[in-house]
């Protein structure tokens, strides 16, 4: 939590949190952070997985502007229709 303020503070214009640590459950620790500072620090969070219900889960926590960074959600905006992108209130632009 200090860091995150610390990091806008001093000029950060978004925080990009790594989450996906190997042979931990990436879902449950991005949670966890999430739930500590999604309120508490005013910078857009970067939301970055390549597993679809890791980042729909990220944006149930995260109460305003997110940024979603993912390959599947590259691939999925690039070869699917607006309707069928899993978040519909997400904005998906290349």
Known sequence: MALA????????????????????????????FLEKIATRVPAPILVDSTEADVVEEALKRIPRKAIVNSIKTWKMARSASPRSCPWPSASLRL
């Open 5 to 32: 303020k610390k990091l806008v503070n001093d000029g950060s214009h978004m925080l990009d949190p790594c989450c996906a640590i190997v042979g931990e459950d990436e879902k449950r620790y991005r949670t966890s």
